[in-house]
């Protein structure tokens, strides 16, 4: 009978630090300093140069963050009262996330008045009797109404849609590509919510990449840098708007345009809100690996950047006998997460893009796969060799004002 992985799992402190050990062991073997090093390595520019590029990113789109914590803190005070400080970091367990990285969960708490699109795409799934399948339906359609072929037979028959009941799965999703061919497929176990709805366009951003790619020699078969690999499904569902789910039929009425800065709003808790994190949980890594941040110092460290970056505090005290960051899948998972934040920004640019040109672009990208370095993968879909966050800063332009009107007055920043 299954106890639960407390029965069966030693604790997770040990294991990293032996696994830390192990991995530079390895990295070294293959000529790099240590695993961080190797990792950065992978972006066509020296490895020292790519930590600088990820900070000139973030730099240009801090002061959007930072209004945007600005007013969640000033509204999340005033729903809890002195458990937010008025110019401190957040408590991060107020976020509506395990790991305070997206913050969309906490949207109607935070709604602009008069510009609440009023509509839930969860309840909406739900009061349909949405099932599973459909969610992935609905995602190969928008794919394939750009031009892309229909996913194939084995994908509907080998991927893993829903928990089994019968035994316990890595329920964490990704997409496969089992024989460097057709043979691609998603492993996730899907609910019926808006979020999983993003998740599988996600998801299927990979396959179709992976089957784009396919005529490339063995090497090349993959995306121009893992970035890019991770924005593509954000990409098409950032056109996931209310237009559109009115014509996929599961919106009766388009909400007037008066509502687009409620709609704004919820996309930078999600997308804003993310990017901090994302940057934050490589910084630390490099240093663990680098030896910077020793092993009396995980978790310390942990919170310090988490307090640098995203400006959030633990809720409770956090001691050397806790280790916080093996709660977040891909650290012990051994998932370089760096990438996620590219694909934050690249998603913003590639979708700029393309409402400029159209699929032919697109697919120009994807049809190179890794035989290019990256700038130039970038630059066929964009015309831009360079990532850009000013594409991110202008899709939330309005919202910037607006918050910056909010928070007149009040104090910004920690
Ligand atoms: N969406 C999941 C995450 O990013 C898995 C993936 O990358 O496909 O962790
Ligand atoms: N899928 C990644 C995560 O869950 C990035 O969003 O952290
Ligand atoms: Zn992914």
């Not at 460097?180 to 998603?186: E, G, T």
């Not at 690999?229 to 039929?249: F, M, R």
Request: glycine fraction near 6%.
């Amino acid at each position: 009978m299954w106890r639960g992985w407390h029965a069966i799992a030693p604790p997770i402190r040990p294991l990293f630090r032996r696994y830390v050990e192990l991995g530079n062991k390895g990295a070294r073997e293959l000529g790099f300093r240590d695993t961080g090093a190797m990792w950065r390595s992978k972006y066509d520019m020296p490895p020292e140069a790519f930590p600088a590029e990820m900070d000139r990113l973030w730099n240009q789109v801090r002061p959007l963050y930072l209004s945007l914590h600005a007013y969640v803190r000033a509204k999340l005070r005033e729903k809890y009262g002195d458990v937010v400080p008025a110019s401190g970091p957040i408590p991060a367990h107020l976020l509506g996330n395990m790991w305070a990285q997206e913050w969309e969960n906490i949207y109607p708490l935070v709604a602009p008045k008069d510009a609440d699109p009023g509509y839930d795409l969860t309840a909406i799934l739900k009061a349909k009797h949405t099932q599973p399948l459909d969610i992935v339906r609905y995602g190969e359609h928008f794919f394939t109404s750009l031009g892309f072929a229909p996913l194939p037979k084995t994908f509907w028959e080998r991927s893993l849609f829903v928990k089994p009941r019968d035994r316990e799965v890595v329920c964490h999703a990704s997409a496969w590509d089992v024989d460097q061919a057709d043979d691609v497929r998603i492993k996730t176990c899907i609910e019926i919510t808006a979020e999983d709805f993003s998740t599988i366009h996600h998801e299927l951003g990979h396959n179709f990449y992976q089957r784009a790619y396919d005529q490339q020699p063995f090497l090349f078969r993959d995306s121009a840098n893992d970035g890019f690999h991770e924005a593509i499904g954000d990409t098409i569902a950032l056109s996931v708007t209310p237009e559109y789910l009115q014509k996929i039929g599961l919106l009766e009425s388009v909400p007037d345009s008066s509502k687009d800065l409620g709609l704004l709003l919820h996309k930078a808790l999600e997308k804003i809100a993310f990017l901090p994190f994302a940057l934050m949980i490589d910084k630390w890594r490099w240093q663990v690996f680098s030896g910077e941040i020793p092993p009396e110092k995980y978790n310390e460290a942990w919170w310090q950047l988490r307090l640098k970056y995203q400006g959030v505090a633990p809720p409770v005290e956090r001691t050397e006998a806790d280790f916080d960051p093996g709660a977040k899948y891909h650290v012990p998972a051994n998932m370089p997460y760096a990438r996620y934040f590219l694909a934050d920004i690249l998603q913003f640019q590639f979708h700029r893009a393309l409402a400029q040109v159209a699929g032919d672009r697109l697919n120009a990208m994807l049809a190179m796969g890794l035989s290019e370095p990256w700038p130039r993968a970038l630059e066929a879909l964009t015309g831009q060799k360079e990532m850009d966050a000013t594409a991110i800063l202008d899709y939330f332009a309005p919202l910037k004002r607006w918050l910056d009107e909010q928070n007149s007055g009040k104090p910004v920043g920690w």
